[in-house]
């Protein structure tokens, strides 16, 4: 790809504003704490499992161990576009920077700002697990998603999802039969899209197979309240998938898309190939598959071939890979029937860190568009085009 190419694309594309499918943006309080250290602690480079430490020998040992993965270069990207580290974080700059983190959060706006201004962000879909259904009080910024994982895992007062949450502390079931509770959560359902929610969000590839049968409603009703050391994992996988029908239900009556996180959850029961049955099942609700499967990108982009209800969302994948996320969206582009059906998420707790997600997004943006104008796939009209879909007028009309 020439500069000169890739340099017009990418100037256009900071010009953009952005829609952000998929935010786990933390509430105002943790955001008004930030330091240095709780911004990697709430990020992906903690999941590098690479101790961050105290001292400056620490912090030496940790950068030189964690500042390879792509988790840790975006984000220190970010940081360096928003708090001007010359380039590199190290022992020496740590605590200067960590201060200056501080001082810019002691304003409370401080995370809002550097949505609307440094990423763009029109909006973002707040995925808030811990409080499922929440705009974090700024619905001009955030629009709410329903995440299910606690119905789909909780079929009993002591079972949580891998999140830790439980529908008995959510809804106060105490004392409903099954049949009150899928009633319950049928109102729960319909009222959080009344009140906003533009999406419903499993993410239960992390503690389930991805191979969603239909479920039955009377193996359902003699599984709740089961105790879990009498359930067999079959039941447990029925019960869960009886209700994910409910959810699907609910979903297909008020015309909800359905994001899935697929890949990199439990590997063995992640693979996207697996929701075919469901893609098919359900013509009328859109499933959003998110992360490009990842490391399954081809399997995603066969399934958006096959099925006109199957959408491709790049969340998360340019943080994880962003090579991967370069051949996936090259081959995103040729294969996906419509262009309308890709996006783009962050997936990030902090701005600091969507701002890393986004600038690797519009890198991988940028880089793919530039090869396919030099390599006369398509001109540079039409990659501009295409750079506007992919940043905010796909997110923008499906979640509306
Ligand atoms: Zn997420």
């Known amino acids: 790809m020439s500069a000169r190419t890739y340099r017009a694309i990418a100037e256009h594309i900071e010009t953009l504003p952005v829609v ?35 001292s400056d020998s620490d912090h030496d040992r940790f950068l030189d161990q964690a500042r390879h993965n792509s988790y840790y270069v975006w984000l220190e990207k970010a940081l360096d576009r928003i708090y001007r580290i010359g380039g590199k974080l190290t022992a020496r700059n740590w605590r200067n920077l960590s201060a200056g983190i501080s001082h810019t959060h002691s ?31 700024h619905p001009d910024l955030f629009k709410p998603v329903v995440r299910t994982d606690m119905f789909v895992a909780g079929f009993h007062p002591s079972v949580e999802d891998h999140d830790g949450n439980s529908p008995w502390r959510f809804l106060h079931l105490d004392g409903l039969t099954f049949d009150g509770y899928v009633e319950l959560l049928n109102e729960f359902l319909r009222n959080s899209v009344k009140n906003g929610a533009v999406a419903f969000k499993l993410a239960a590839a992390y503690e389930r197979t991805l191979a969603l049968g239909t479920g039955s409603y009377d193996r359902a009703a003699r599984i709740f309240m089961k105790p879990p050391a009498d359930t067999t994992e079959e039941e447990r996988l029925v019960y869960g998938d009886y209700i994910f029908r409910v959810t699907c239900g609910i979903a297909s009556e008020l015309g909800i898309p359905y994001q899935v996180h697929t890949g990199l959850g439990r590997l063995q029961g992640s693979n996207p190939l697996l929701l075919e049955p469901v893609i098919e099942r359900y013509p009328d609700i859109v499933f959003v598959l998110f992360h490009g499967g990842y ?43 419509s262009s309308d ?31 396919k104008v030099d390599g006369s796939y398509f001109d540079l009209a039409e990659a501009r085009l295409l750079a506007e879909k992919l940043l905010y007028r796909n997110a923008q009309n499906l979640y509306s």
């Open 20 to 54: 952000s499918s998929h935010e786990h943006h933390l509430e105002d309080a943790d955001q008004n704490a930030l330091t240095l250290e709780r911004i990697l602690q709430c990020s992906y480079v903690d999941w590098q499992g690479i101790s961050v430490g105290e």
């Open 107 to 137: 304003d409370p706006e401080a995370h809002l700002r550097i949505l609307r201004e440094h990423c763009r962000y029109r909006y973002a879909l707040a995925d808030v697990y811990w409080n499922t259904g929440s705009d974090l009080g």
């Open 295 to 337: 490391p399954w990108i081809h399997e995603t982009g066969a399934l958006a071939h096959n099925h006109p209800n199957v959408h491709l969302d790049m969340v998360w994948l340019p943080l994880i890979s962003t090579s991967a996320a370069l051949q996936a969206l090259h081959e995103y582009i040729e294969v996906v029937p």
């Open 341 to 371: 059906r890709i996006a783009w998420g962050g997936d990030c707790w902090t701005s600091e860190e969507s701002l890393g997600a986004l600038l690797a997004y519009q890198h991988v943006v940028a880089s793919v568009l530039a090869e």
